[in-house]
Nanobody, 135 residues
Framework: QVPLVESGGGSVQTGGSLRLSCAAA?????MGWFRQAPGKEREGVAI???????DYAAAVKGRFAISKDNAKDTVYLQMDNLRPEDSAMYYC????????????????????????????????WGQGTQVTVSS
């Protein structure tokens, strides 16, 4: 097992910033952040592959930045210019294993896939950290 330990989160006003961290105690193929607001499905926010390539949800592109310290197997999510619609529980996720492909962040029906055609799900999840943005 590769446990994920999250930190960060909290409450800020619109336009504020927060930084989330997630430490994985072991090798991961890719890591990322997902979020789930009350009454909504979980959605991908940002992911980073071990080679450094990243992907972002359209709603956060230009405001959020994901980075990773491979030596520490820790991923960070810098969130700037936060909006009330960013309020949600944020979950760190990782894939242990993988293949000759780049991870995606496709959530369908409660499952979040690192590779949809092969039905490879993210197989490690953090406990979640709340982010609340007030107007």
């Amino acid at each position: 097992q590769v446990p994920l330990v999250e930190s960060g989160g909290g409450s800020v006003q619109t336009g504020g910033s927060l930084r989330l961290s997630c430490a994985a105690a072991g090798y991961t193929f890719c890591m990322g952040w997902f979020r789930q607001a009350p009454g909504k499905e979980r959605e991908g926010v940002a992911i980073i592959n071990r080679n450094g390539t990243t992907d972002y949800a359209a709603a956060v592109k230009g405001r959020f930045a994901i980075s990773k310290d491979n030596a520490k197997d820790t991923v960070y999510l810098q969130m700037d210019n936060l909006r009330p619609e960013d309020s949600a529980m944020y979950y760190c996720a990782a894939l242990v294993g993988g293949g000759n492909w780049l991870c995606e962040m496709n959530c369908i029906g409660g499952d979040c896939y690192a590779h949809s055609p092969l039905k490879v799900r993210y197989n490690r999840w953090g406990q979640g950290t709340q982010v609340t943005v007030s107007s």
